[in-house]
């Protein structure tokens, strides 16, 4: 996940902000927060076309229910991508102490 070029990261923080904070942001309805290291770690694990399609399609995991598309109906394939990015940069920035876009 390295080279994310700054359009792609906007992009993504857009739509997280917009439609995925509510619930990863704050760790609501089971969704693990962007400091829950372990967790993601794990999640990355999987590999980008298993993690895409879990979040295009939705998913059930062992802490809850992650909907479809995480509820953004109009995002398209490209902004699902940038917003999952945008959470692994986040994560990375959160491990290592350094500023978030
Ligand atoms: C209504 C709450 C909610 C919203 C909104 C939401 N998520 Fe989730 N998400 C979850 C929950 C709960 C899980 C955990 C499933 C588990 O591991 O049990 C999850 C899991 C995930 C995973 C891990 C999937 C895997 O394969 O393990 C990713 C990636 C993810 N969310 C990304 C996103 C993105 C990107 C958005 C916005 C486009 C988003 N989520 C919006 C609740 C939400």
Not at 17 to 39: E, I, N, P, Q, W
Request: a positive charge.
């Amino acid at each position: 996940m390295k080279n994310i070029s700054t359009e792609v990261l906007t992009m993504g923080k857009e739509v997280y902000s917009r439609s995925c904070s509510t619930c990863h942001t704050y760790g609501l309805s089971g969704a693990a927060k962007l400091v829950d290291f372990d967790y993601w770690d794990r999640v990355a694990d999987k590999g980008m076309d298993t993690i895409f399609n879990h979040v295009k399609k939705g998913y059930r995991g062992k802490r809850g229910i992650m909907p479809p598309k995480g509820n953004c109906f109009n995002c398209s394939d490209k902004e699902l991508q940038a917003s999952i990015l945008y959470i692994f940069e986040n994560i990375i920035n959160n491990k290592a102490g350094t500023k978030n876009i």
